[in-house]
């Protein structure tokens, strides 16, 4: 043991440095604290998961045939707040959940060469300020949100700033002043990546401007036809008294965004197509979610779940862990975690879960979070609803994916349907529509396969949020065969440690402990619920498994 390693380890037992002295089981437990770089995060499209309310399923004669699973589907908030209740995620381990956006789409469909696409995914705004009937309405935000809290889940939306929806026949472009249609971005420099569409018929709100621009008419005459103009324009005019704060694009969405927070108690935002906007408007952006989060403690102070900021992770797309702070968009390096965000996607995490072996994997990781990332997170994925490339498409190894995904240092995002196997490739359905069909409850109910799929992601989604030690803490290996190793991690007066093992032999298996426990301490493994005693500084496991998620009992 390293002179290093040996102070971090006799400073999180509490003890001396002496080569005698052991970790003795705590009896005094305390509560576990929830932290964002640990947590189990649960991706979802709403509009793909569950249909809670049939009756929403159809609005603005949303009726024209769309390409294969590029309509709407159903799924909805109260859909979502269903499975939060029947425990469904917090079975899973999970502690927060990303949505998709939720505000009102654009009522028309568009046909981008993949047959007719309606706005169900939620990138394609209409307005900033309305919940899209076919996601539900604020009622049903406020109560899923209140269900999760209850729950310890916490909630996090998705934010968009870069862009309106496509324009339509029925969905009139945003004035000049507002958008730029063209052109459309090359991205092959730091211009051609931001002052430009992302692509054709996506007009980019000018976010650059300080120039000072009136509402657009359309939605004008959308919230004086909805009774509900006066409000708020008189909520614009505090917003902009109170910021000083010229009355630019940018800065209406950002009133429009924290609005969530400031009124329902979201904990946080995904933030979408991050390098297509100038890094100074998340910086903005940072500022206003701090006003609203703190205003929604200060007004509702039983809701509050703990002394957390407000978090924000950004998709930087391309972005990966072993680019530090620093991402190079067009030659100029742009540090996104300056007064902004917290943490970043991971893009690189499913090459790395690919090539590296665990111990590789896990050092790598450990090392950049206790070395230039310290203080900051990613996010983890080994499939989402935009990477054409998942780690595993054709889903033959989804136990490796849930291992690898929910064990590595970092913040994990579950891909809904990563832990029952839901099918990435479907027949008929091209680009991205075919990661993103509907949530498969059937297997999960009936196929024998899924349940041992869903009870193994069960039990380490459990382990990683009962131990923040697992996503946040520091690695190091005990022994490389069998392959174990121990994660700490110590906060304040607040102390986790958990001892895991992969690639074990199937039954009879013993594991090293004595460097960290003493003898006669009771350790229970929570993959095969089991108690062991240690004894001559080992323990001795008979389980079917391959794996131990050691823990104290």
């Known amino acids: 043991m390293t002179k290093t390693l040996c102070y971090i380890l006799c400073s999180f037992v509490l003890l001396s440095c002496k080569e005698e002295s052991k970790l003795k089981t705590m009896d005094d437990k305390k509560e576990v604290p929830f932290v964002w770089e640990a947590a189990n995060l649960y991706f979802l499209l709403t509009d793909r998961f569950n249909n809670g309310d049939t009756s929403n399923d159809i609005n603005f004669d949303r009726t024209q045939k769309p390409g294969k699973l590029r309509g709407f589907e159903g799924g909805d908030l109260k859909g979502i707040t269903k499975k939060i209740e029947e425990g469904y995620f917090s079975d899973l381990g999970v502690n927060a959940i990303w949505m998709t956006p939720i505000v009102e789409q654009i009522h028309g469909g568009t046909d981008e060469g993949t047959g007719i696409t309606y706005g169900f995914h939620g990138y394609w705004t209409k307005d900033w300020t309305a919940i899209d009937p076919n996601f539900g309405t604020k009622e049903d935000l406020k109560a899923l949100v209140a269900a999760a809290h209850k729950r310890g889940i916490r909630i996090l939306l998705d934010a968009v700033i870069n862009h309106t929806g496509p324009v339509t026949p029925i969905d009139p472009v945003w004035p000049d002043e507002w958008v730029r249609t063209d052109p459309t971005c090359d991205y092959t420099s730091y211009d051609s990546t931001i002052s430009c569409t992302l692509v054709k018929n996506l007009p980019d709100i000018k976010t650059e401007s300080n120039d000072a621009v009136e509402l657009p008419p359309q939605l004008v005459e959308k919230w ?169 498409a054709v889903r033959e190894k989804p136990f490796e994916t849930a291992t690898k995904l929910l064990l590595s240092p970092g913040t994990s995002q579950i891909y809904y349907g990563d832990e029952s196997a839901r099918p990435l490739i479907i027949e008929g359905a091209i680009g ?96 095969s619920n089991q108690e062991i005693i240690v004894e001559n500084g080992s323990v001795q496991i008979d389980s079917e498994f391959d794996m131990v998620l050691l823990e104290s009992k």
């Not at 994660?487 to 013993?510: A, C, E, H």
Request: aromatic residues 16%; charged residues 25%; hydrophobic residues 35%.
């Open 224 to 392: 004086k036809a909805e009774g509900r103009y006066e409000q708020e324009v008189a909520e614009l005019d505090a917003f902009f008294e109170r910021t000083g704060y010229p009355r630019a694009p940018r800065f209406y969405i950002i009133k429009w965004l924290t609005d969530y927070i400031s009124e329902f108690g979201i904990d946080g935002y995904r933030v979408d197509t991050v390098k297509h906007t100038e890094a100074s408007v998340w910086q903005e952006f940072r500022v206003e979610c701090d006003f609203a989060f703190n205003q929604f403690k200060e007004n509702n102070p039983d809701a509050v779940l703990d002394d957390n900021a407000f978090y924000l992770v950004g998709e930087v797309y391309g972005y990966g862990i072993s680019a530090e702070k620093s991402y190079d968009l067009g030659g100029i390096p742009i540090n996104y975690f300056d007064h902004a965000f917290n943490s970043l996607i991971n893009f690189e995490f499913k090459y790395d879960a690919a090539q590296l072996d665990y111990e590789s994997l896990f050092k790598k990781y450990t090392d950049a979070f206790n070395g230039p990332l310290k203080g900051f997170g990613v996010l983890n994925y080994l499939s989402s609803h935009d990477d054409g490339q998942p780690f595993d």
């Open 432 to 527: 991205d529509a075919t990661l993103r069909s509907f949530m498969n409850w059937e297997d999960v109910a009936v196929n024998t396969n899924t349940k041992s799929l869903l009870d193994h992601s069960q039990k380490l989604g459990q382990f990683r949020k009962n131990h923040p030690a697992v996503g946040a803490g520091i690695h190091q290996m005990i022994t490389q065969s069998p392959y174990v190793f121990y994660r700490s991690y110590n906060q304040g007066d607040y102390q986790d440690l958990v001892i895991i093992g992969l690639d074990l032999p199937k039954g009879f298996k013993t594991l090293d402990v004595g460097r960290l426990f003493e003898d006669g301490s009771i350790l229970r493994d929570a993959y």
